[in-house]
Each structure stands twice: as C-alpha cells, then as structure tokens.
C-alpha cells in the first residue's frame, strides 16, 4: 500500500485521463506509478514524456538494451515494483523468459556480446551516487568498441530516469 493516497482513474485531472485512457483500455488497470505521478500534473506529463521519448520511441539502442537498462538499474535500486513491471514490458516487447531470466542473474549473464555487456556495466556505474566520478577514459572505451555520443548519451538518460522513478517508487512504498 503506497504511504499516500492514490488518485483512482475518475479523480485524475481531464488531459491525465486522456492520456492514460489507452493504458488502462489496454491492460485493465493503471500501475501505483501511474497513478502516483497524477498525483501531480506536471509530474505526470514530464515522466510521461521521458518513457515516450526514452523507452516506447524507436531509438538509437535496441528494445532489448533498454530493457536490459531498466532491469539492472532497477535491481541495483531495489525497486521490485520496476523489475515486475520491466519483466513483463520485455516480454510484450519480444524478449523471451530465458533471455529476462539472464538480465535478472546480472550483467555477466545476459544473452548480448561484449559491447553490449560493456554498455550495461557502465550504466549500472553510472547509477551509482559516485558517478560524478566516471572519467573521460571510460566513455573514451565505450567509443572505441564503437558505441555513438548519442547511444551513450541515449543510454545514462535512460539510467538517469530509472534512477528517478525507482526513487519515487521506493520512496513511496509502491507495490510493496
């Protein structure tokens, strides 16, 4: 039980229930997180406008990285709420149980080479509080195995943002 009340979908302002009118149509229901961040509009329309353009868009990384991303970061944090919800999000995004069974036993398990498992290590280093330590040498190398500015850069705003809403989840107590 979240530690304040949740607007139901009828208490929510007009334009957050248009919006998520198609979520609940599609799945029946609004998640806590949802209806958390109705709590305030801007709230709302800011996270909403970050998983648009970070996750659901076609982008420079992969589906199945992002997800990678949101899965680690969020078990980094210890959001469980984020880890159920990214579980079944990869599934609906093609991602099989056995493939999501190995991002959930850590970066050295999962079914990428490794380039890809390089990114994935410097995400969950940049979600840490010391990130303001990471040196140039470091974004230097994932460079060299060929990554763009815009993909890491792409990569650390997804970070950044399940660094953000495992926050607002744990501190919260949603789904616990």
């Known amino acids: 039980m979240a530690h304040i009340k949740l ?6 302002a007009p334009n957050i229930q248009e919006r998520a009118r198609p979520i609940l149509e599609k799945t029946g229901e609004l ?37 990678a991303i949101a899965l680690l ?26 493939k999501i069974e190995k991002i959930l036993h850590g970066v050295d398990s999962v079914d990428t080479d490794e380039k890809g498992k390089s990114l994935l290590r410097f995400c969950i280093r940049a979600s840490q509080k010391d990130s303001y330590k990471i040196l140039k040498e470091e974004i230097d190398a994932l460079k060299d195995l060929g990554y763009s500015d815009v993909q890491i850069l792409e990569a650390v705003a997804i970070t950044g943002y399940f660094n953000y809403i495992n926050t607002l989840s744990n501190v919260f107590g949603l789904s616990q």
């Open 73 to 98: 970061i969020s078990i980094e944090n210890g959001c469980k709420m984020c880890v159920d919800v990214h579980k079944n999000i990869a599934k609906m995004l093609g991602l099989s149980e056995e």
């Open 7 to 12: 607007p139901e979908f009828e208490e929510m």
């Open 31 to 67: 998640g806590e997180i949802f209806k958390l961040m109705a709590v305030d509009e801007k709230v709302y329309f800011a996270t909403d406008m970050m998983v648009q353009n970070y996750l659901l868009n076609e982008t420079t990384l992969p589906y199945d990285i992002k997800e």
